[in-house]
């Protein structure tokens, strides 16, 4: 009698606050089943609830049920099976510079890897290994010392987890290739709570699904990547007025083109000033402590309009073109991929820039619109030595635009993506004109927005992934967080 008169009273609640009551349960089932090294965060307010769900947009924030703050992969595991179990929502956060809503957020049970902030350098080995919890910049603040890097995010604030997990551009990428080369062994807490290092050897087909495929595959609690020497490094942050772009592209365009020093990089930006007038910023590097004459000369001859350029520890460099945005600041990313830039893609990029400034302000006075060109020596894709879940083609180099778009008033959110998608059409356009069928080339998981699909990011790679996913993950507990799902 008791026990029906519970059921009822369950039943009851259950209609009113289905989600609510259930997941507070799972929050309470999971602080019992993890150890006093970790802990569970309820919206109390707590400094470590809200960093817990903080992102670098808004708008990948959701208030979730609770956080958890693991600390060691068993405590992972219980976690992931009782999530499994249950069939509760979660995400998994490393930085929180997901861009695309719901990637590493929820109103379920988040799960904020801060704790796994270990940096362990094996110089016998020649390699590092990285918790998978902090931002490169305390990673490269604690190699740094030792004179080593295991090459990652190049501006700060960017994620260990998800930067690796999706392909990671970097500033050593012509000599060393993207970071999802250069790491050598994986800790992973699969899906259904095994704890396995996954190498080439040990297990090839995972090791394959984690060199890009995303969260797909459970959760990686600690990367070993190759280490690499690194002294002094050169260059920093340069911007130029509207009068300066058109002799901008053509350097830009030139560089791509015909880049002869693997140390060399460059990304570049458009944006539009508070007057609406177009800006470009532009951070160069030189793995060295200053380049030779001609690498950089034509960027370094065009006149600017504020410049921190030096000979400086790769933090510095790093941290010469910060990246925070006010709070509340809403946006998403989206992303291209070209055969090269050419003078008349750059140029189509600056009119884009220009086009919808003043548009996305109609919508929202605080919107902007960015575009990031980045290019690569012509060799730079050829340095893994296994075959990658991303890119799906490196036979011949292709090289990514990073579009983004910023602003304040939730109410425009549709609007903005619809711009975002436009921008990428006419693009598209363009970029055929040019020669280049561009349709083929891979999107970029870690820049591209969520209507792409996964189909344009991992393409002929996709029915491999989706078999080894039905082997590691047969119940689709990881369809249980946002992201790229294959
Ligand atoms: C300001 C800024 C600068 C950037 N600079 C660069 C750059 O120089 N080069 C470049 O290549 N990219 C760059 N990016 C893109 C960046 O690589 C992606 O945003 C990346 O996904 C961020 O990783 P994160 O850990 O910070 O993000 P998160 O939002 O924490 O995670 C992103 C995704 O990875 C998953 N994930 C994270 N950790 C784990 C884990 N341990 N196990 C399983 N899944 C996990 C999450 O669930 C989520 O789906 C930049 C982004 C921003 C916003
Ligand atoms: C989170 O909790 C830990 C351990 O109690 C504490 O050291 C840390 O400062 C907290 N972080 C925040 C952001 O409150
Ligand atoms: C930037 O401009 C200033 C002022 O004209 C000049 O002194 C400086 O050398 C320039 N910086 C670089 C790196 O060219
Ligand atoms: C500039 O961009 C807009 C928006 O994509 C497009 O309609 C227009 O044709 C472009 N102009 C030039 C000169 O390319
Ligand atoms: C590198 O990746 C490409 C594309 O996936 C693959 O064909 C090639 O075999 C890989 N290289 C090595 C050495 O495995």
Redesign the pocket.
């Known amino acids: 009698m008791a026990s029906w008169k519970k059921i009822g009273i369950a039943l009851a609640l259950s209609s009113v606050f289905p989600a609510t009551q259930a997941l507070s349960e799972v929050c309470t089932e999971i602080q019992r089943a993890i150890s006093h090294a970790s802990a569970v965060y309820s919206p109390s307010g707590s400094g470590n609830y809200t960093a817990d769900n903080a992102h670098w947009v808004a708008s990948s924030i959701e208030e979730s049920a609770c956080t958890v703050e693991p600390a060691t992969a068993a405590d992972v595991s219980a976690i992931i099976k009782i999530i499994g179990k249950t069939k509760t929502p979660f995400a998994v956060k490393s930085g929180g510079h997901a861009t695309n809503p719901g990637y590493s957020s929820t109103t379920g049970v988040q799960i904020a890897m801060t704790r796994f902030n270990a940096v362990k350098y094996d110089k016998k080995s020649g390699t590092v290994a990285i918790g998978a919890g902090q931002i490169w910049d305390d990673v490269y603040a604690k190699l740094e010392p030792l004179g080593v890097v295991a090459p990652g995010g190049r501006v700060p604030g960017v994620g260990v987890g998800g930067f690796t997990l999706g392909g990671g551009y970097n500033w050593l990428s012509n000599q060393v290739g993207l970071t999802v080369d250069i790491v050598v062994s994986y800790e992973l807490v699969k899906p259904n709570g095994d704890i396995v290092t996954v190498t080439q050897t040990s297990s090839p087909d995972l090791f394959f699904a984690l060199k890009g495929g995303y969260n797909n595959f459970g959760i990686v609690t600690q990367f070993t990547y190759k280490a690499f020497p690194i002294d002094k490094v050169w260059g920093g942050l340069i911007a130029y007025g509207a009068a300066q772009t058109a002799e901008f592209n053509t350097a830009f365009a030139n560089f791509a083109a015909n880049a002869a020093d693997p140390k060399a990089a460059l990304v570049s930006g458009y944006a539009l000033d508070a007057t609406g007038a177009p800006i470009v910023g532009n951070i160069m590097f030189y793995d060295g402590p200053t380049p030779p004459p001609g690498v950089f000369d034509a960027f370094l001859k065009i006149k600017n309009i504020s410049s921190d350029i030096g000979t400086r520890t790769l933090s510095s460099l790093v941290a010469s073109a910060p990246q925070t945005l006010p709070a509340g600041t809403r946006g998403y990313f989206n992303t291209m991929s070209f055969f090269e830039y050419t003078d008349a893609i750059a140029t ?1 990029i600056l ?2 820039t220009t ?2 400034g003043p548009v996305v302000a109609k919508y929202d006075p605080s919107a902007l619109a960015g575009y990031h060109m980045e290019t690569f020596y012509k060799s730079f894709l050829t340095h893994n030595t296994t075959a990658t879940a991303w890119p799906f083609y490196r036979s011949k180099k292709f090289v990514p635009l990073q579009m983004q778009f910023t602003w304040n008033n939730p109410k425009v959110d549709k609007i903005m993506q619809g711009f975002m998608e ?2 990428a059409a ?1 693009l598209t356009v363009v970029a055929n004109r040019d020669g280049q069928p561009i349709q083929q080339l891979p999107l970029y998981p870690n820049y591209g927005l969520f209507s792409n699909g996964a189909e344009r990011v991992y393409g002929s790679n996709l029915p491999r992934l989706k078999a080894i996913k039905g082997q590691v993950d047969p119940q689709n507990v990881m369809g249980l967080a946002g992201g790229w799902k294959v």
């Open positions: 189509a009119n884009e086009f919808w436009q921008s006419h």
